[in-house]
């Protein structure tokens, strides 16, 4: 296993020594990857042949797909080995650091382009605004207004002491520059390790004095930085990608959580990292909560460092079918894909340190690789078998299957579907202007666009007036859940206190709350894309009715695509810990320091309220409102396309020479033969 450990020029990283096999597992992903290309390239040859106004839509659509970067984030406890899974992943086995400072609320998003050489090309790093740091040290956090809720003075003290304390190191560190950072970033035109510490590891503490003289301190920033976005070519990932790093759920301040839950809401694909360890024990309920909330087709769990289990081979199914019966005892995702690996062994191999394995990770991986190996490979290099036992092939091709389903395929037919319709419209704006010039029943340009503006703000109106319709009827049912998950818990703790008194601690379980919210979240998710599908389809049938009256026959060929609507995201905000989530020292100290039946009621209901406040906003103003808006921007964008497209016939009925151009020369033919190959490329994408 002599693999000789190379530098890497760019970076100064160790990252060589790798396997052939780095990209096992990524096949659909390469495909997809090959897909996307060919998209690209009949969207360059739809521009070419189009006029001005349909190459602008076009170059929307080019940009859309450019755009496009499926996101992957990693979540699990602190120390559950998720920044080392994700160096393996980038097949950087240094690359982020794994000593992450548990003050800080971090998100780090790896951002990667396939390349063939490797390089990073830049960092940004985010700090928090004054009003995320002010709700940190004025109220301590979501656990220090918990605290303050619960009447828990001895905890609340506690969580002052650690904020000044993590105040007065910032101040010192930072000086005078310490206000001015406040809600600004920093960008770089590359990044290193030494970068990378200074705005999220953990640092010593140093002098004031030296905070103004560009000292470049280990985790200067580190109190105060929000998120860090890195941007880097990669060899390993055949498409490009965003691997999200989150800081964990099991923090003093709660920051953590509240950083975590926004991550994966906004991604569709997650990674939840366990240690084999531990698995999914009691002290993971944060983690359970929120895994609860996440379609399976949306989740795959990676059982991380069974590098440290004595008897891989039998402790395995073991923990596998723990974590299936904790999923099924909190109404987890049951189907879940469940993979097991060591991101210890994959950066192993990257770092080309295999002879140097301690020998307890060598008898757990001798154990697991005589298991788990076939004999077709037994002529495998040293270094491959180990990659290929480490799980991360497993990993990325349940990871390939989900990006290109989930995400990749519906975004290549959306984009495929308007740029059909653009396609379909050059023949016709070629034949509107060899048809002879002039609009069909004497319609001018201006008022056939107006049409087209009246026909969108109708369908816009009435779709304004569904959703609102259905979001009005869903607020009023989450918040009915709501009031009588509280009205519930307070007559349970009445009749506790009936007859068992006050001396006996009272425990209510908050799940009820959760599944009503979420079984309202999934209606509104079924009534919202009804309606939306139904609107869009009439909008598709209005707008061709306004084609056809500016230019009769000539464009019964334009086919017009109805717009893909937006997909419901998970209501990941249940997730969120609340009062009732704890069953010790928390409730302990509420209870004790009420008394009085009348007492214990009015001040639980205000506990509470004030507890489910947040997310019951998020629930019921915040996400629905980014619901709302997705469905309307994507009839919007439906009718400017329709607006180009207007245009661009209009210019063939006004005789623009721009427009005849496109088929009126000598070359007609290969014209024709260019837009039709587009076309199968295309069409190909939407079938």
């Keep these: 296993m002599n693999i000789k450990a190379e530098i890497d020029p760019t970076t100064e990283i160790r990252a060589q020594a790798r396997p052939t096999n780095l990209k096992a597992g990524m096949e659909a992903l390469a495909q997809f990857a090959q897909e996307a290309a060919s998209i690209e390239n009949a969207l360059e040859q739809l521009a070419d042949l189009s006029g001005p106004d349909a190459a602008r839509a076009v170059a929307k659509l080019k940009t859309q797909l450019q755009g496009f970067e499926p996101c992957v984030t990693l979540l699990g406890q602190v120390k559950s080995g998720k920044t080392s899974l994700i160096n393996a992943m980038a097949g950087w086995s240094d690359l982020l650091p794994s000593d992450v400072n548990p003050w800080t609320s971090v998100v780090t998003s790896l951002h990667l382009a396939p390349a063939s050489r490797r390089a990073e090309t830049g960092a940004r790093f985010r700090f928090m605004t004054e009003e995320e740091w002010d709700r940190l040290t004025v109220?301590?956090?979501?656990?220090?207004?918990?605290?303050?809720?619960?009447?828990?003075?001895?905890?609340?003290?506690?969580?002052?002491?650690?904020?000044d304390a993590m105040r007065d190191k910032a101040r010192a560190r930072l000086g005078r520059n310490f206000e001015l950072l406040m809600?600004?970033?920093?960008?770089?035109?590359?990044?290193?390790?030494?970068?990378?510490?200074?705005?999220i590891c953990l640092g010593d503490d140093f002098d004031a004095g030296g905070a103004d003289e560009g000292v470049e301190d280990q985790g200067r920033f580190a109190d105060i930085t929000r998120s860090a976005d890195l941007f880097l070519n990669c060899q390993a990932v055949p498409f490009r990608m965003c691997l999200r790093d989150t800081p964990g759920v099991n923090d003093t301040f709660m920051m953590r959580e509240m950083v975590t839950i926004k991550a994966v809401r906004d991604?569709?694909?997650?990674?939840?990292?366990l240690s084999a360890g531990q698995a999914l024990t009691s002290v993971d309920m944060a983690l359970i909560r929120m895994i609860a909330n996440l379609q399976s087709r949306d989740v795959v769990i990676f059982v991380n460092r069974i590098d440290e289990l004595p008897d891989p081979v039998a402790q395995i199914p073991e923990i596998e079918e723990s974590i299936r019966q904790t999923l099924k005892d909190h109404d987890g995702p049951a189907g879940a894909e469940i993979i097991f690996g060591s991101a210890a062994w994959a950066n192993t191999v990257l770092s080309g340190e295999l002879e140097e394995m301690n020998s307890a990770s060598s008898?757990?991986?001798?154990?697991?690789?005589?298991?788990?190996?076939?004999?077709?490979?037994?002529?495998?290099?040293?270094?491959?078998?180990?990659?290929?036992?480490?799980?991360?092939?497993?990993?990325?091709?349940?990871?390939?299957?989900?990006?290109?389903?989930?995400?990749?395929?519906?975004?290549?037919?959306?984009?495929?579907?308007p740029a059909i319709t653009l396609a379909t419209s050059q023949e016709a704006a070629a034949s509107v202007e060899v048809q002879g010039r002039g609009f069909a029943d004497g319609i001018g340009a201006q008022e056939l666009r107006a049409q087209m503006?009246?026909?969108?703000?109708?369908?816009?109106?009435?779709?304004?007036?569904?959703?609102?319709?259905?979001?009005?009827?869903?607020?009023?049912?989450?918040?009915?859940?709501?009031?009588?998950?509280?009205?519930?818990?307070?007559?349970?703790?009445?009749?506790?206190?009936?007859?068992?008194g006050s001396d006996e601690m009272w425990e209510y379980d908050p799940a009820g709350l959760r599944i009503l919210l979420r079984s309202a979240w999934s209606v509104l998710g079924s009534r919202t894309r009804k309606a939306a599908e139904a609107r869009y389809e009439e909008a598709v049938g209005a707008a061709a009715g306004v084609l056809y009256r500016g230019f009769g026959p000539a464009v019964e060929g334009v086919r017009l695509g109805v717009p893909d609507v937006p997909e419901h995201p998970a209501p990941v905000a249940l997730a969120q810990t609340i009062a009732l989530d704890f069953n010790d020292s928390w409730w302990a100290a509420w209870w004790r320091r009420t008394r009085g039946y009348k007492a214990f009621a009015k001040q639980f209901r205000q506990l509470i309220i004030g507890e489910t406040e947040d997310f019951m906003t998020q629930m019921t103003d915040i996400q629905t409102r980014d619901i709302r808006a997705g469905i309307l921007a994507g009839l919007g964008a439906f009718f400017d396309q329709?607006?180009?497209?207007?245009?661009?016939?209009?210019?063939?009925?006004?005789?623009?020479?721009?427009?005849?151009?496109?088929?009126?020369?000598?070359?007609?033919?290969?014209?024709?033969?260019a837009l039709n190959g587009a076309l199968t490329i295309l069409e190909r994408h939407v079938a």
């Design 453 to 500: 503006d009246r026909v969108a703000h109708e369908a816009l109106a009435a779709l304004e007036g569904d959703l609102d319709s259905i979001l009005d009827e869903y607020r009023a049912r989450a918040v009915r859940a709501h009031e009588t998950f509280v009205d519930r818990a307070t007559h349970s703790l009445l009749e506790h206190l009936e007859q068992r």
């Design 363 to 417: 008898r757990a991986l001798i154990a697991w690789t005589e298991a788990k190996l076939e004999l077709s490979d037994s002529n495998h290099s040293p270094a491959n078998i180990v990659w290929e036992m480490s799980g991360l092939p497993a990993l990325w091709k349940a990871l390939s299957r989900r990006i290109v389903t989930n995400l990749g395929a519906p975004c290549l037919a959306g984009i495929a579907r």
């Design 267 to 273: 991604s569709r694909i997650c990674v939840v990292v």
């Design 642 to 673: 329709q607006q180009d497209i207007l245009m661009e016939l209009g210019a063939g009925a006004e005789g623009r020479d721009d427009v005849g151009a496109l088929f009126g020369t000598g070359d007609e033919q290969a014209r024709r033969e």
């Design 183 to 199: 809600g600004q970033e920093h960008d770089y035109g590359f990044f290193d390790k030494n970068l990378l510490e200074r705005y």
């Design 139 to 163: 109220k301590g956090g979501r656990i220090g207004e918990l605290a303050g809720r619960a009447g828990a003075e001895g905890e609340l003290e506690k969580i002052r002491r650690q904020i």
